[in-house]
């Protein structure tokens, strides 16, 4: 089977013209490009599974452009990860795109299929990187918050999330799903006074503060909400509600 990968180009008549000459020869067209407005009109034939990144209206919008051939999907890593076994790619849309080429599209990572909404893969990668940047952007500030050469301090951070944040992410899945947040381990109010000594320390060392006095927004808004006694993950239901944030001191 012949495959062709379009990579990531800013002008969609390039790419139109790189697919000209390939694409009534190839089965599958792979394409990665600057935005959803330069994905190109593929003439009939082959099968078209489309990396780049947008909205779900856009994935939406494309798939009525390819009718059963079109998949959509998200590429969860950097380039220099593609082909890993353990990189993690998603997909959704036509099932049948999916099953004539999942073991081509196993040799870029591990592919996972959402179903067949075609949206719902654009979904999954906001929803990965926002999961992405909340974690970086909270080593960033402890790296920063600790001063130390951050090779030195970093495989602490590494250890504590394999051995016990992953499993708390695991249990915390469970308390959402049934929609009940025990507090037996951790409880809202005995975080609070905890994130407030954390902005205390981050202040005081003339950081920025916001991360951790949004945190303590949300904390303090789901106690006011009566959840002082649940878990952290209870939290869930103060995000799904939306809103302003409340000024903290």
Not at 65 to 73: A, C, H, M
Not at 130 to 142: D, V
């Amino acid at each position: 089977m012949r495959t062709e990968v379009i990579g990531a180009n800013p002008r969609a008549k390039a790419i139109a013209d790189a697919l000209e000459p390939v694409a009534g020869q190839a089965e599958l067209v792979v394409i990665c490009a600057e935005d959803y407005s330069t994905v190109p009109d593929v003439p009939p034939g082959p099968d078209i599974v489309n990396l780049t990144s947008g909205t779900t209206e856009e994935a939406v919008e494309a798939a009525k452009r390819f009718p059963g051939r079109y998949l959509d999907g998200a590429l969860m890593a950097h380039p220099e990860h593609v082909g890993r076994p353990e990189t993690v790619l998603v997909y959704s849309g036509s099932p049948d795109v999916f099953a004539r080429h999942e073991k081509t599209l196993a040799r870029l990572g591990s592919a996972t299929y959402l179903g067949p909404d075609p949206a719902t893969a654009s979904l999954y990668d906001a929803a990965m990187l926002n999961f992405a940047w909340a974690t970086l952007i909270g080593y960033l500030q402890s790296a920063a918050l600790v001063n130390v050469e951050a090779r030195t301090f970093t495989p602490l951070l590494t250890q504590w999330l394999k051995s016990t944040v992953a499993d708390v992410i695991e249990g915390y899945a469970g308390q959402i799903d049934a929609g009940s947040y025990p507090g037996d381990e951790e409880w809202l109010e005995l975080d609070e006074p905890l994130m407030r000594h954390l902005i205390v320390a981050t202040e005081q060392r003339g950081l920025d503060s916001a991360l951790p006095r949004l945190i303590h927004s949300l904390t303090t808004r789901g106690i006011e909400a009566g959840s002082g006694a649940e878990s952290f993950a209870s939290l869930v239901e103060v995000i799904r509600g939306g809103g302003q944030l409340p000024a903290t001191t």
